[in-house]
């Protein structure tokens, strides 16, 4: 019988600010954390992501490659980035040339078991919990569902 090739959570190869809080267990590599910043547990962020200044990350979020969140954002409970959108008919497979960057603005807030894709998101947008954000968001407002539409501006 094989035996597996087992990994541990780990943090390494992160760049901290000042004042940041991880609780463990978070699987945090090569990726870069402003000051101020909480990470919750359970949470996975991927090397090449940034993640802005006094911004919250709650538990059981998954952060990819190529995602770039703004200053004191708010990200619910299970948010999931998506940054391959299989343009070759199935994963990348790791191959980075296939997968697409995320822009999250300043003061954007993200609701829990919100799916984000390859988007821009402007500052101060609100993205609805259980939302699909498919489309760039240009214009403040509070967006939900599935796909996530316009529900007010703000």
């Given at each position: 019988m094989a035996e597996p090739n087992l990994k541990n959570v780990a943090i390494r190869n992160v760049t901290f600010g000042e004042g940041v809080t991880v609780v463990q267990p978070a699987n945090l590599y090569g990726?870069?954390?402003?000051?101020?910043?909480?990470?919750?547990?359970?949470?996975?962020?991927?090397?090449?992501?940034?993640?802005?200044?006094?911004?919250?990350?709650?538990?059981?979020?998954?952060?990819?490659?190529?995602?770039?969140?703004?200053?004191?954002?708010?990200?619910?409970?299970?948010?999931?980035?998506?940054?391959?959108l299989f343009q070759t008919g199935g994963p990348a497979r790791g191959d980075r040339k296939h997968y697409r960057e995320t822009h999250i603005g300043n003061n954007v807030s993200l609701g829990s078991n919100a799916t984000i894709l390859p988007v821009s998101i402007c500052d101060g947008a609100v993205i609805g919990a259980g939302a699909l954000v498919t489309k760039d968001i240009t214009v403040k407002g509070i967006y939900a569902g599935n796909p996530a539409k316009l529900i007010r501006p703000l």
């Open positions: 990726c870069e954390i402003g000051d101020g910043a909480f990470i919750g547990p359970f949470t996975e962020i991927q090397s090449g992501a940034k993640i802005g200044a006094r911004t919250r990350v709650q538990s059981h979020a998954f952060i990819c490659d190529l995602v770039t969140i703004g200053d004191d954002c708010f990200i619910g409970h299970g948010v999931m980035f998506v940054n391959d």
